[in-house]
């Protein structure tokens, strides 16, 4: 089957599987339809290490000091790699990126999504203490009031808008803005003490038990008068509907779609240094260049 990609010149043919496609030119002569192969890669294992610290820590300084050993004890290094090979089913490694803040992965996922290396609507697994939906910063109000009342296509570049760059994507809401770029086709939370810290606006009718992440654009006075009273907002830009379901690290196991992509962070601000062993062996068994052959 044959289709055009987004605005690119070229057209896709199945080939060999779910995650790869030959990629033709139409306008090229006959004798040089085939130009190159792919792999298309569309599920994503994200990992921020604050995941693998007994305990979590709320309303911390991304960029401040580690955390305390005493208060917040890393787990094991065999624990941890337990967790990724037996309920995540890494086996090796996988294209991705090591950053050490998680709102780097904004960028970092929109060039790979403008390189061709990761097409979205894609899948994530999101394993981390805290959900990164947006709350505890008062991005949302920039995202609902501003932003999504724009064309996708012009969601990939936010900056605060007339709020500032206070407003705009950081380490605590970059699956929101993610999301607001219709980049995620579902998410699914992995976590471990907390798993309480959901945004309501982000989800569907606001209900934090609910199935379903939405998004909604909202004029900004009526968002301000309604911030407790969410049900009163008057939407005027409704987004599509994301599959949305959190789940405590013991009761997760990925079963039989494997990830093709791995995201780490390493979150110092949230972590004790301990940790940091557990960041450098994940590195260094599975997370591969991101340049897919």
Known sequence: MVRFIDAWT???VELGGPH????IDPTAASSALLLTIIRVLNRILDIDLDLFVHGTAYWCESR?????PED?????LDAALEFLTNRCGLD??????????????????RTAIEARLLVPPFHVTHADAHADLGLGDAGYMYLMSELLYKPPAERRHPDGGTLGA????????????????RWISDLVYVFNDGGDDVLAYVMEDFNLDGSNLQLRGVPRENLKDNLLTPQAMRPEVIEPLIPFRKTRWTEYHVGDQPFDFICLARSPGFTPAGCDQIFDEIRRRFVGDPTVD
């Open 72 to 76: 917040y004890p890393p787990w094991s």
């Open 92 to 109: 090796g490694p996988l294209p991705g990126f090591a950053v050490e803040h998680h709102g780097e992965l904004f960028a970092r996922w």
């Open 10 to 12: 070229k057209a896709s």
């Open 64 to 68: 401040g000091e580690r955390l305390d």
């Open 166 to 181: 206070d407003y705009s994507v950081g380490d605590g809401n970059y699956l929101a803005f993610a999301a607001a770029c």
């Open 20 to 23: 790869t496609r030959r990629l």
